[in-house]
């Protein structure tokens, strides 16, 4: 059975960092990626990384400031985030798809930038 589970999300002051963890368990996940969801707006990618370590970050609002990287086993992704804005508040999910396509969601975790 897959198992996404993200963790590392909390309260921090505008200008401070985290670091998102999401474990993916159960299949063998071609693509990772972080997304994030405030209230009242859509789901959006953040970044995403591939098996052989390719990295994308869709929105540029985050470029410079967010890194997202992949460990060896290729079932953990991270997601460190610097220089944090009020605007970054969301909860964020990891997404972990499949070679054949199947997509996995996490519960999501919530960071919250307080200005």
């Known amino acids: 059975q897959v198992h996404v589970v993200e963790s590392g999300g909390g309260l921090v002051q505008a200008g401070g960092s985290l670091k998102l963890a999401c474990a993916a368990s159960g299949s063998i996940f071609s693509t990772m990626a972080w997304y994030r969801q405030a209230p009242g707006k859509q789901r959006d990618m953040v970044a995403g990384i591939t098996s052989d370590g390719i990295t994308l970050y869709p929105d540029s609002s985050v470029e410079g400031r967010f890194t997202i990287s992949r460990d060896n086993t290729k079932s953990t992704v991270y997601l460190q985030m610097n220089s944090l804005k009020p605007e970054d508040t969301a909860v964020y999910y990891c997404?972990?798809?499949?070679?054949?396509?199947?997509?996995?969601w996490g519960q999501g975790t919530q960071v919250t930038v307080s200005s």
């Open positions: 997404n972990a798809r499949t070679r054949d396509g199947y997509e996995y």
